[in-house]
């Protein structure tokens, strides 16, 4: 078997391991056959080509066509055969990645089955194949070869936040050793023709700059992965399910709006998702959607009866409507989500498309249309604010909503350390109302910290973790964690997810990526469903006013008023409430809440950001001192002393000359002034003594070495322009100084 | 002045006094002024000839006629209070002229040695290419042996015995040229080359009126030179400068532009002329550059460059200095 086959079949066969390690994101494992194929052909092109001595261009090229042609042909295939398809593949294809790309951000894995996906996928393992086998065949770098299917391993590895497991890694492991076994045995292929001792003498100097190159990038690329591996949110969301049914009227998967939520508050950019106008005070909460169902799994939707139509059934279990409707005009600028954003409770919306919607929940979700749709959509909506009276609340009891049977249930297995929590925290509380202010007033405690970092478990794991362990926690654990104590104590309760106020600016109100939040409902007889917000004040400003009880003893801050009623032009800067506070991490500082997880997180990562950078002056500093300390034999001192002024030169941006040290030491005296140059070319003297004399006889001038090594140092510095010093102190060249071999000129 | 034999058993006489390297560095230096009032901006030809006497070595001066070859051989022999002879070599010289003779005494009823022009300290060999083979065989082989054996009787050579041997470049018409293994017996070689034309200035005004070979008064004797001769034996050679010795040597064997590599003879010459080196400088250890400055003279007349070298018309001697360059000078003990 020829070199180029073996290194085309290994590459091949690593590639089409490395495809196992994307399983995890997708529950469609059929891109892995259409891959294989792909790979395969790529693969063969390689090896074909190159038995006939084709240029790397050449063999390049005709890869890249095979990927091209293969990624539309798939496209064709993928989609459902409309008649214009073969006329208008160019339009179909674009879109096809767009629907894949929404796909994989609206998704959170495993994803469901989608073309796009599949598409890209296929795509991008052909890409990688195409890197790999140009890196082994090509350029002749199988060191290198890992770096490709590393990029598919990364994916899942810090997209997700569980385990990737061992058999992803074994897989691009396994494939990476394939490479360089075939690459083994072709170097001994080499030795033993016996063409030339230049070859092998190439290939024995050629290994050390490629794993020395290698150890360069490698060691920081893994320091930056295991910090970005710490840094980075994962998508597993303790207390919540995926809740996914198909819909009364029709097979419609519901997503899981939770899934964004976290992603969505770790966006390292904020940006405007939504605007809006609205006639009555203040901002208002856009519910996005509500999930009922407590169990096991934490919080999840269940089965709903759509309903057509755009004006919708009676608030459920207001007594009276009031007659006073509040129309708020809703664009969303750049937000992907079956759910229409809406204030509680609509009324009736004019957003085109297809939209049902569910009498129990009042939510609105788009039947049809593909989510990207939901971009630039702009409606109208009528809504009535049902928010209560503070003092009526008080009197109330909890009702029976029509969906009793999934809202006010509680489940079974739920663990006794949190029925007992609940129960405790309401002892004192005689109405349902002062129940949930208790609770809310507990949550809202400094006891709890907000940070988007909590401890991770999902289900009623979770729910312990917040309230009983780490007590730290974002919207999610907040609203989940009141919701359910709500249920032990007797009100039926669901958790909202949507967004919170916003900013308001002169043309409305702005909505932001962050502003992302989850809240619990309560169902009061006459009340209907009565928003709480437990989450802290950092993030919310003050509880809505309804929601605090007077006599409350649990002594939440009892002045503010205004977070869910907030009156334009009261706002004083810094006015949390009013301008519609986001759940920025950054929002530290205003109170107990603060997210010391994230600060720490921030400063460690800055932390060791800076120790890489701050890492090559700390070594080149240290190996110094470690050389001009004077101690150990004179003649290691020498040696110590003569390198440092190596490295100080070769640092400077000089070249250290190949010679002996008369030569050397001739050669950089030049380079100095008079008196630097005497210290040179004594040093260079010491030197040739300590390494050629019989003994070492330095005649008293040891005294003087460190003296003339920071004489000759000084001289060496002085001439070297300000970017060089800067270099010579941030980057030392000299810890990239290959070891000098001897090679014929 | 002795006669400049002994008979073998007589050999083995010590020095008069132990030497130091100031003696070697002082001596040297009155040897070396001595002879630059007669070879003028020669300083590194004079250098070597000093190197390779005090490393008991041969010399072959090769150069065009008239550059001076045979007046640095005269002006060594002249510096030094020793017996000199000089022998021309002509393609009638037989070896018995140089050996010499055992001739019948008709007195004494005996055959009585008459020495022939090796027996000296300082032997002269003009032309050496002119002579026959045969005679540069018998020249070759005392070089050698420091011994003659005539009629079965050895006469040792007695030290120092140093010949310089003066040859024109082989292409000159009438000659004999110097077959490799005989090369090889000449620790180094010196090519003079034309004097620059402030050094051939000083020489017309210096020799135009006079002769300064005959005013030149010896400076030192052979005794001296003996004992500085076993002082440079004394000079330190670390064993990573052997191995650089052995490296450099080697990087000639291995060369693609030479068909013929440096003997180990020219190893150990190597080393022998790197110590009398680093003792001229005053040094009591050989450094790296010490041999790499004396490589080429003592690694160019032994090897033969490759057809291909030829060709492209590359001298024997930049390819010898490639390959020292070749060599990784050692960086520690």
Not at chain 1, 142 to 156: D, E, G, N, Q, S
Not at chain 1, 633 to 649: F, G, H, K, L
Not at chain 2, 84 to 104: K, N
Request: glycine share 8%.
């Amino acid at each position: 078997m020829r070199a180029s086959d073996r290194s085309a079949i290994a590459v091949t066969i690593s590639v089409m391991l490395a495809c196992f390690t994307v399983i995890p994101l997708t529950s469609d494992g059929s891109f892995i056959a259409l891959s294989w194929v792909l790979i395969i052909a790529i693969g063969a092109t390689s090896l074909g080509l190159r038995r006939i001595r084709l240029t790397n261009s050449a063999v390049l090229s005709a890869q890249i066509a095979i990927l091209l042609c293969y990624s539309l042909g798939l496209s064709l295939t993928l989609s459902s055969a409309t008649s214009d398809l073969t006329t208008r593949w160019f339009e179909h294809y674009p879109s096809l990645w767009a629907q894949g790309i929404e796909h994989m951000r609206t998704q959170a894995s495993p994803m469901e089955p989608d073309d796009g996906v599949k598409l890209i996928f296929v795509t991008v393992i052909g890409i990688i194949m195409i890197m790999t086998d140009l890196l082994v065949s090509g350029i002749g770098r199988p060191a290198w070869a890992i770096a490709p299917p590393a990029t598919l391993f990364l994916v899942p590895a810090l997209g997700l936040g569980t385990d990737t497991g061992v058999i992803s890694f074994c897989c691009i492991a396994v494939g990476y050793l394939a490479i360089l076994v075939a690459e083994g045995l072709n170097s001994t292929a080499r030795w033993t023709r016996g063409l030339s001792r230049d070859s092998a003498e190439g290939f024995g100097t050629a290994m050390p700059v490629v794993w020395r190159a290698a150890g360069y990038l490698a060691v920081p690329a893994i320091i930056a992965t295991i910090v970005l591996g710490f840094a980075l949110p994962t998508l597993s969301l303790p207390g919540f399910g995926f809740g996914n049914g198909p819909g009364g009227s029709g097979p419609l998967q519901l997503t899981d709006p939770t899934l964004d939520l976290r992603r969505n508050l770790n966006q390292p950019e904020d940006r405007d998702v939504i605007q809006y106008q609205t006639t009555g005070p203040g901002g208002v909460y856009l519910r996005l959607a509500s999930l009922p169902q407590l169990s096991a799994n934490g919080w999840s939707n269940v089965q709903i009866r759509l309903n057509n139509g755009q004006d919708l059934p009676a608030i459920p279990g207001l007594s009276s409507e009031p007659d006073e409707r509040r129309t708020t005009t809703i664009r969303v600028l750049d937000f992907g989500s079956q759910y229409l954003p809406l204030p509680y409770a609509p009324r009736t919306f004019d957003a085109p498309g297809d939209w049902r919607h569910d009498a129990n929940s009042l939510i609105v979700i788009s039947a049809g249309q593909r989510v990207q749709d939901m971009r630039r959509l702009a409606y109208t909506v009528e809504s009535v604010d049902t928010d209560p009276d503070s003092s009526d609340l008080n009197n109330a009891v909890a009702g029976t909503p029509a969906d009793a049977a999934v809202t006010a249930v509680t489940p079974p297995d739920l663990p006794d350390s949190l029925i007992q929590l609940a129960n405790r925290i309401t002892a004192d509380a005689d109405t349902p109302a002062a129940k949930a202010a208790a609770i809310q007033a507990y949550l809202r405690s400094s006891q709890f910290t907000y940070s988007t970092e909590p401890l991770p478990g999902s289900g009623y794991e979770a729910l312990q973790n917040f309230l009983l362990r780490d007590r730290r926690g974002y919207c999610e654990q907040f609203a989940s964690a009141m919701a359910m104590m709500a249920r032990v104590v007797g009100i039926p309760s669901r958790v909202s997810v949507g967004f919170l106020p916003g900013e308001q600016d002169q043309d409305g109100w702005r909505v932001s990526i962050r502003d992302m939040h989850a809240w619990p409902e309560l169902y009061f007889a006459n009340y209907g469903w009565v928003r709480f917000e437990p989450t802290p004040a950092s993030v919310t400003g003050s509880a809505p006013a309804w929601t605090i009880q007077t006599e409350d003893s649990a002594g939440s801050d009892p002045s503010a008023d205004a977070s869910s009623e907030p009156t334009a032009g009261e706002e004083s800067p810094g006015a949390v409430p009013s301008t519609g506070p986001t759940e920025q991490p950054t929002d530290l500082g205003q109170g107990a809440g603060v997210a010391w997880g994230r600060t720490l997180i921030t400063a460690g990562i800055a932390l060791v950001v800076l120790a890489i950078l701050a890492a090559p002056a700390t070594i080149r500093v240290r190996r110094r001192s470690g050389r001009l300390n004077g101690s150990g034999p004179a003649e290691e001192q020498v040696e110590a002393a003569w390198a440092e002024i190596r490295d100080t030169v070769v640092d400077y941006g000089g070249s250290w000359p190949e010679g002996s040290p008369r030569a050397i030491g001739r050669e950089v005296a030049d380079r100095l002034d008079a008196e630097d140059s005497e210290s040179m070319s004594r040093v260079a003297t010491l030197v040739e003594r300590s390494r050629y004399a019989r003994s070492f006889d330095h005649g008293g001038a040891m005294s003087e070495l460190p003296m003339m090594t920071s004489e000759i140092r000084r001289g060496v510095a002085a001439p070297a322009g300000w970017r060089y010093k800067l270099m010579a102190a941030l980057l030392p060249r000299s810890l990239f100084r290959r070891k000098q071999k001897a090679r014929p000129k | 002045m002795s006669l400049g034999y002994e008979k073998a058993a007589e050999i083995g006489r010590s020095p008069d006094r132990t030497y130091s390297l100031g003696d070697v560095v002082q001596v040297m230096g009155q040897v070396r002024q001595a002879m630059e009032n007669v070879i003028e901006g020669k300083r590194s030809s004079v250098d070597l000839a000093l190197v390779v006497l005090l490393a008991e070595g041969h010399l072959l001066v090769e150069d065009v006629p008239g550059v001076g070859k045979t007046m640095l051989a005269k002006a060594l022999g002249r510096s030094i209070a020793c017996s000199v002879r000089r022998v021309q070599f002509t393609p009638d010289l037989l070896p018995s002229d140089i050996t010499g003779v055992s001739v019948f005494n008709q007195e004494t009823r005996d055959f009585e040695f008459k020495p022939g022009g090796i027996f000296a300290n300082i032997v002269v060999g003009d032309e050496i290419n002119r002579a026959s083979p045969k005679t540069q065989s018998a020249l070759l082989e005392s070089m050698e042996e420091r011994q003659v054996s005539v009629d079965g009787t050895t006469y040792r050579l007695e030290p120092p015995f140093m010949v310089v041997a003066t040859q024109n470049p082989i292409e000159m018409e009438g000659t004999y040229p110097l077959p490799e293994a005989q090369r090889d017996r000449f620790m180094a070689r010196i090519q003079m080359g034309y004097p620059t034309p402030n050094s051939e200035l000083d020489m017309l005004e210096s020799h135009g009126s006079s002769d300064p070979l005959a005013a030149l008064q010896p400076v030192t004797d052979g005794s001296t030179i003996r004992g500085l001769i076993e002082a440079v034996k004394k000079v330190y050679v670390s064993p990573a400068v052997k191995h650089y010795i052995v490296q450099m040597v080697n990087a000639t064997r291995n060369s693609r532009d030479l068909r013929l590599g440096a003997s180990p003879r020219a190893t150990l010459q190597l080393l022998r002329a790197s110590r009398a080196f680093a003792a001229m400088s005053g040094r009591d250890y050989v450094t790296p550059d010490d041999v790499a400055a004396l490589g080429v003279s003592v690694l160019a007349h032994r090897v033969l460059p490759s057809t291909d070298a030829q060709l492209a018309r590359r001298t024997v001697t930049d390819v010898i200095a490639q390959a020292i360059q070749s060599v990784h000078i050692p960086d520690r003990r």
